[in-house]
């Protein structure tokens, strides 16, 4: 072959290899300088919406006022208008010896609500929140049947005033289905009872929401056989006072005679029935209907 065809062969050669080699690989970007960087823009948290009245930090006088317990004749408090509104499983109590106990958020307190008490009553279930106020169900009465509403009594206090805990449970009384559960957080309903005593037509068993305001053994009442009283809130809408006092409690108790409407308004239960109630705390929330 002359020079001349070898240089053609070669030229050839050299221009398919150039026109099929493979791409070369791209070079790495450089790491961008602090100024091409972009930016971090902070983005801010949403604020809190505050709900229901404004906060309230002013130092009130207590000691004039009346203390909420289950003697207590309070008119400026008002009796609970939805009886059959549902309970929020919150109960809160005094942070300090008295607190401030109002009508209306606001407005001047009309009550002071303590932390210990020989009746209970101090561990009260809430059943409305805002913010910065707290509604709660209270022990005592608005007025005796004879001079008012005896209905369950209810208050605002500051959430500021109180410690705020949760039940695990509420008692749940179907009158007319003879039924007592312990309605747990889960919803699940333990019975209780499937037969039990409640108040005559002249002497009824109150209805509606309330709660367990105080457990204790009574040995003087031969009654209840060393069992346990379970005492609520609220009190009879239509005795003065019972037995020579001047309050007439509802209560969850033991007696030998417990069927149907016999009672001055109290809950006659079983042996078995009363001891389980009575393992639940001060403050439990109960539904009677």
Do not use: K
């Amino acid at each position: 072959m002359s020079i001349a065809a070898a240089l053609v062969v070669a030229g050839a050669i050299t221009v398919w290899a150039l026109a099929n080699r493979p791409p070369a690989a791209a070079a790495p970007a450089a790491p961008p300088t602090a100024s091409s960087r972009p930016t971090p823009v902070a983005t801010p948290s949403p604020t809190p919406t505050e709900t229901g009245p404004a906060a309230d930090a002013t130092a009130y006088p207590l000691d004039g006022l009346p203390r909420i317990d289950v003697y207590s004749l309070i008119s400026a408090l008002p009796v609970d208008d939805d009886p059959t509104g549902a309970m929020s499983g919150e109960v809160v109590s005094a942070n300090a010896d008295l607190v401030p106990v109002f009508a209306t958020p606001g407005a001047p307190p009309v009550a002071a609500l303590p932390r210990e008490n020989v009746y209970g009553g101090t561990t009260v279930p809430v059943i409305e929140r805002t913010t910065h106020w707290v509604r709660v169900l209270v022990s005592g009465r608005e007025a005796v049947p004879s001079a008012g509403n005896p209905g369950q009594l209810t208050g605002w206090v500051r959430a500021q005033d109180v410690t705020t805990a949760t039940v695990d449970a509420q008692i749940d009384v179907d009158i007319a289905a003879r039924t007592i559960d312990v309605v747990h957080r889960d919803g699940t309903r333990e019975r209780v009872a499937d037969d039990f005593a409640w108040g005559t037509d002249r002497t009824p068993t109150p209805r509606g929401r309330t709660f367990v305001m105080l457990t204790s053994v009574e040995p003087s009442l031969t009654y209840t056989r060393g069992h346990a009283l379970v005492y609520l809130g609220v009190q009879s809408p239509t005795l003065d006072g019972f037995g020579g006092a001047s309050v007439a409690v509802t209560a969850f108790h033991y007696h030998d005679t417990r069927t149907g409407p016999i009672s001055n308004g109290c809950l006659r239960l079983s042996a078995e029935a009363i001891d389980r109630l009575a393992q639940l705390p001060a403050g439990t929330p109960v539904v009677i209907r």
